[in-house]
Every structure is written in structure tokens, then in C-alpha cells.
């Protein structure tokens, strides 16, 4: 990502990050007898790591439990000039929850959750292709999830050939 500084995690972030990877809603107090500091400790580390930008505590909603039973993949050929335009345009549609430029054949990748077909058929035809500088769209429905993660970040900082150092 560009310009993004990154954050230098120590064996305590990675411990209070490990901690919030299995129960966001802990406590202060819940962290800081887990990982065996002060509940002060535990505040101020991990206020500084959401105030950086480096954690994110987010609810999650199962789409498919709550009438959003479509789950659609848009790739999209975008003109040069158009880039910011389209994902700012694709980042507010209300069915749309993840936006990204790509390198390769497509420039975008939308994902979207809709109720039904025809709920899908709208946000294609009516809202997404008519986007201005959009050249083209290609739209994949998953039928069946085989895996899902919650993207359990604490597992991959346990191995600490994953951290940044301060030589790279």
C-alpha cells in the first residue's frame, strides 16, 4: 500500500493481537492477565496499535443468515483515467464490502452480496456497468464456500520471519 508506514510489532503486540484474534470483545483486564502486564499496559498498547491504523476490531456478519444469500465477484476492466472514480463510485454501493486494484488482466475486484438473482442482476446492469469509465465486467456467483477464514492475523505473527525488520 502506498505510504503506508509500518508499525514495528513486538512480542507484547503480537501477544495482545493474538489475545483480540480470538475474542475481540476483551476486556483491558481480559488482555493484561492473558499476556501478564498491567491493565494500563495492555490499554495503552493496544489503543496505540488501533490508533496507528495496524488493528481493527470489526463485526462480522454471516450474509447468508440475514437475506443476502448471493455472493458475487466482479472483475472489472477500468479505463487509465477512471481508476478513482470507479472504486470511490464501487466503494459506495451498499452491497459492495471489498474494493481492490489489481495488476494483471483485470484493474478492479469488487466482491457484493445480494438477496436474490434479480437483486444481482440490478447491481450489475443498473449500478455497476454503468459506472463511468467502466470498459467491462465479468461477475462470478459462488455456489458453495469450502474455506472462510476470519483472517486470524495473531497465527501468521507467530512465525517471526512474517514481522517486518528494521533492516528491510
Not at 449500478?127 to 462470478?140: F, M, P, W
Request: with cysteine; aromatic share 4%.
Amino acid at each position: 500500500m502506498k505510504g503506508v508506514t509500518v508499525l514495528q510489532l513486538d512480542e507484547l503486540d503480537i501477544a495482545i493481537v493474538r489475545v483480540l484474534s480470538e475474542d475481540g470483545r476483551a476486556s483491558y483486564s481480559d488482555i493484561a492477565k492473558a499476556v501478564g502486564v498491567s491493565v494500563g499496559t495492555a490499554r495503552n498498547r493496544t489503543n496505540a496499535m488501533r490508533q496507528s491504523g495496524a488493528l481493527h476490531l470489526n463485526v462480522w456478519v454471516d450474509p447468508g443468515r440475514v437475506g443476502l444469500g448471493i455472493n458475487a465477484t466482479f472483475m472489472l476492466r477500468v479505463r487509465p483515467d477512471a481508476m478513482e472514480t470507479v472504486t470511490t463510485a464501487l466503494t459506495e454501493l451498499r452491497e459492495v464490502g471489498y474494493v481492490a486494484a489489481l495488476a494483471g488482466d483485470y484493474d478492479v475486484i469488487a466482491d457484493a452480496f445480494c438477496r436474490d438473482v434479480p437483486h444481482l442482476g440490478d447491481l450489475l446492469r443498473d449500478r455497476i456497468q454503468t459506472i463511468d469509465g467502466v470498459a467491462s465486467v465479468t461477475t462470478y456467483v459462488v455456489t458453495d464456500i469450502k474455506y472462510q477464514s476470519s483472517m486470524n492475523i495473531a497465527g501468521l505473527l507467530d512465525r517471526t520471519d512474517n514481522l517486518p525488520s528494521k533492516d528491510r
